[in-house]
C-alpha cells in the first residue's frame, strides 16, 4: 500500500528559527499537501502542490513538489509561538486514486519563546 | 459560516454501547470522508461517500456503519463499542483533486 515517510517526528526550536521538514513516498505522487493541525482542532490546509519542482509560499511558509515526484518539503522562516502544532503532509492513495489522501504521520512543532 | 460541522465533539461511553457521529458540510462538496486518528496523531482513512455512493470502505471492522442521507451528511455508526476505539473521528469533505477540509474532531472516550 501507499507508504508516506515523513521526518522529523518532532520538533523543539526557539522563536525566530527556521524550521525544515519533508516528506517521501513509496511511488510518484501529483499532488502534495501540507496541513497543520492545532490541538483540539482538524487539520488546515496549508499550502498545496500540483507540479514537479513547483515552489509555493504561503507567508512565512514555503512548500516544494520534489522534482522526482516523490518527496516534498515544507520551511518555515523564522518561526512564532503561534506555529505549534502537527503538521502533516499528504498525497493521493495507491494507484493515483483521486479519493483517497494518505497522511504521513505528522511533524510536532514545539517553538519555546 | 461555511465549514465542515460535526457532533458531538465530545462523546464518553461504555463498552458494549452504540453511538452515532453526525456531520454536515455546506460547501457544496460531493464527497465526504471519515478519518480515524489514534493516540500517535495517526491520521487513517475509514470511509469515503461521493454523492452517497460508498466509495471507499478500509479496513473497518463491520461495527462501524457510514450512512449518507445526501451528500451534504456523512454520519457514523458505531455497534458494541469498544475500548480500542477511543480515538478522535474526523469528518471531512471536498470537490474532485481539491484538497480536504476537515472538520474539528469528536474525541470518542470508551470506557
Known amino acids: 500500500g501507499q507508504q508516506l515517510n515523513q521526518s522529523p517526528q518532532s520538533m523543539f526550536i526557539q522563536e525566530g528559527e527556521d524550521v525544515s521538514m519533508n516528506c517521501t513516498s513509496s511511488?510518484?505522487?501529483?499532488?502534495w499537501l501540507w496541513y497543520k493541525q492545532d490541538p483540539g482542532e482538524g487539520p488546515v490546509l496549508l499550502i498545496a502542490?500540483?507540479?514537479?519542482?513547483e515552489l509555493t509560499s504561503n507567508g512565512r511558509l514555503t512548500a516544494q513538489f520534489g522534482i522526482t515526484r516523490k518527496d516534498s518539503f515544507l520551511n518555515i522562516s523564522a518561526s512564532i509561538p503561534s506555529d505549534v502544532g502537527i503538521y502533516f503532509c499528504?498525497?493521493?492513495?495507491?494507484?493515483?486514486?483521486?479519493?483517497?489522501?494518505?497522511f504521513g504521520k505528522g511533524t510536532l512543532l514545539t517553538v519555546n519563546p | 459560516d461555511t465549514a465542515v460541522s460535526q457532533t458531538p465533539k465530545y462523546l464518553v461511553t461504555q463498552m458494549g454501547n452504540d453511538k452515532s457521529i453526525k456531520c454536515e458540510q455546506n460547501l457544496g462538496h460531493d464527497t465526504m470522508y471519515w478519518y480515524k486518528q489514534d493516540s500517535k496523531k495517526f491520521l487513517k482513512i475509514m470511509f469515503s461517500y461521493n454523492n452517497k455512493e460508498l466509495i471507499i470502505n478500509e479496513t473497518v471492522p463491520n461495527r462501524f456503519s457510514p450512512k449518507s442521507p445526501d451528500k451534504a451528511h456523512l454520519n457514523l455508526h458505531i455497534n458494541s463499542l469498544e475500548l480500542g476505539d477511543s480515538a478522535v473521528y474526523f469528518c471531512a469533505s471536498r470537490t474532485g483533486n481539491s484538497p480536504l477540509h476537515f472538520g474539528n474532531g469528536t474525541r470518542l472516550t470508551v470506557t
Open positions: 502542490l500540483y507540479k514537479a519542482g
Open positions: 499528504a498525497g493521493p492513495g495507491s494507484g493515483g486514486s483521486n479519493y483517497k489522501l494518505t
Open positions: 511511488s510518484i505522487f501529483n499532488t
